[in-house]
T-cell receptor, first 114, second 111 residues
């Protein structure tokens, strides 16, 4: 176990709805990254938060947004859900946003959009 | 952007044999790579990493080889065990510690 937890484990939404996913980072980690993993694919980087600020973003539209709290936990918000948003959403925490800092992943939240 | 990919989507090996999983990358400026293992229903788990100033790095039962000339890396698992059955990803780590994953290779260990 990595110490990174995510909630909920599974979620079903309908197209157009909004969803919030949560992540608690490993103790001492101030950096949280979010990834989307479609079925049969590798995880795709969404964005990273460091000390409550967005610190890098992948190729995802603005309807994907996030927050990081003073305790370094994080939320991923997705507005106007589309069918293609169905995926496993992973968060990973690390000690710092530096190359070489190991990222520890949580178990993920599986989102199904109908 | 970075591009990381794998040669084979699936690999089956007999228990006790060695496994070799390959990965190609396209960005010649890439200088840090990580291998992750993902078991069913779980998030990726760090296995081993390697920087571009190294050609080889060994861990417990695993070895990663990096060939910068052909932009290729491989993960070797010695004496493969049933618990090694999983999907294996190579990932490139950029300067801001963002990971860019390949498609993955599913390793199946045959008892």
């Amino acid at each position: 176990e990595t110490g990174v937890t995510q909630s909920p484990t599974h979620l079903i939404k309908t197209r157009g709805q909004q969803v919030t996913l949560r992540c608690s980072s490993q103790s001492g980690h101030n950096t949280v990254s979010w990834y989307q993993q479609a079925l049969g694919q590798g995880p795709q980087f969404i964005f990273q938060y460091y000390r409550e600020e967005e610190n890098g973003r992948g190729n995802f539209p603005p309807r994907f947004s996030g927050l990081q709290f003073p305790n370094y936990s994080s939320e991923l918000n997705v507005n106007a859900l589309e069918l293609d948003d169905s995926a496993l959403y992973l968060c990973a925490s690390s000690l710092a946003p530096r190359r070489g800092e190991t990222q520890y992943f949580g178990p993920g939240t599986r989102l199904l959009v109908l | 952007g970075e591009s990381v990919g794998l040669h084979l989507p699936t690999l089956s090996v007999q228990e006790g044999d060695n496994s070799i999983i390959n990965c190609a990358y396209s960005n010649s400026a890439s200088d840090y790579f990580i291998w992750y293992k993902q078991e069913s229903g779980k998030g990726p788990q760090f296995i081993i990493d390697i920087r571009s100033n190294m050609d080889k790095r060994q861990g417990q039962r695993v070895t990663v080889l990096l060939n910068k000339t052909v932009k290729h890396l491989s993960l070797q698992i010695a004496a493969t065990q049933p618990g090694d059955s999983a999907v294996y990803f190579c990932a490139e780590n950029n300067g801001a510690n963002n990971l860019f994953f390949g498609t993955g290779t599913r390793l199946t260990v045959i008892p």
